[in-house]
């Protein structure tokens, strides 16, 4: 008989070095093989939207993070209980590993495009951890004899815990970065030439938000919990589905074809009012019209499915993608080729649209369909099918609960409606009459537009209220919705006291 107490700190070590050797094993399977990355991935497939909405609130872009150790701890707790039972009767022991391996490996194959040897990694850690639990099982005569042998004990344990833990997580990174980082740096983006260039910046940024959102401070929003590893070398693109001439193109080829460069402002549609997932970029890529026109779409096939290499599925009306705009098939984001998780090598960028309907990463195909027919991933889950981004603006400066000195205070901010523009905006303080700001220009109506007013500040409390109206003469709508089935919508509002 085994004491509870060795009992799990056993079953720890043996669930340790299981997960530990998986990672390992899923450097040569693939990242999303391994049993953490595929249980993690049909959780995001299949929590409510609500829970969606409410871990991305709380964590906002660390949300997989949250998941990944979110999961490791159930999964230590887990372990300990099962450790304690098998104290008592071993075999729980194996039959506990043995129940974990069979999810890990049900969800490793039940993956999108998951290889027939997706179940190795889980394989090969259960066995290992059985083989560790056998091992400490064994030793474990030594526990309860002498202090020395119980130290001894203690440290074997401890040490092939540490170890397979350094041997996890070492393993992680290594699948994660290898092979696409010096891919990504080798790559020659071609030249934009001048007529489909972005028009030069008319001015300096003011206020908190830069006009020009850089890479490293972009907003992170997707399902997949390692970010896809594709090189320029593996990726291609098929069009295919309803129309008259399937078209497979690789990287170099897509590198060829006649650039264009513009600045789009991405927004997600779970940003609520006054909130930060939004973003404008400088984009170079290859105009999407020109290659679904190429493909020859059949009456009827309303809907362009863009699908990214983790099976990840936006669904972008055809007529939109062909009304002229700047949709492009974008290789490049301020003038550096896609950082790996904006969705290197390949990602959509549609003005006008929220990123769930438009902005696949990490893009492999575009599939002409119906909506009658498909109903991509956030569909399923609920969301509006149709998702042009809302009239919406935001008070930066100062901050919500900040305190400006009396007198002249700058008021500044963003307001968007994507590929309609922006033609006011105006800013209330406490129930005063509507001010209306001062615009900044902007190189066309598919970004944001900055805004300022000079207030002179009297002391007190204040709340600073701001709307937008766009190019159409639609003013932003004070109505309050929740993010959740298409935007949010209402008017951003702080409160300030000045001294
Ligand atoms: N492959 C893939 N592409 C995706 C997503 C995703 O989950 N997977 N999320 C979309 C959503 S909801 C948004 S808002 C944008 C965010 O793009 P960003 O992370 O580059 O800011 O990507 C879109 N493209
Ligand atoms: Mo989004």
Redesign the pocket.
Known sequence: MHTRRFGALAALTAAVVALGVAEAVAILTGATTSPLVSVGGVVIDNVPAAVKDFAVQVFY?YDKLALSVGTIAVLAAFAVVIGVFAAKREIIGYAGIGLFAAIGIAAALSRHAAPWYAFVPTLVGALAGVAVLRWLFTREAGYNATPEQRRAFLRSAGYTLVGAAVLGLASRWWSTRRGVEADRAAIDLPPVPPDTAASPLPSEAVGLAPFVTPNKD???????LVV?QLTSGDWQLRIHGRVEKEITISYQELLRRPMIERYIT?????NEVGGG?I?NARWQGVRVADLIREARPKAGADQVV?R???G?T?GTPTAVLLDGRDAMLAIA?NGEPL?I???FPV??VVPGL???V??????VELELTSFADFDA??IKRGWAAQGPIKTESRIDTPRNGGKPKAGDVMIAGVAWAQHRGISKVEVRVDDGEWQAATLLPVPSIDTWRQWTLKWRATPGRHRLTVRATDNGGQTQTDAVAPPDPDGATGWHSIEVDVP
């Open positions: 872009t972009f907003y992170l929003i997707d399902t997949a896809p991405l927004a997600c549609v779970s997932l973003g863009s990214s290499s983790d990840f936006a984001m950082p998780e904006h969705g990602r959509m929220y990123g769930y438009s902005a696949t990463k990490w893009l991933y956030w």
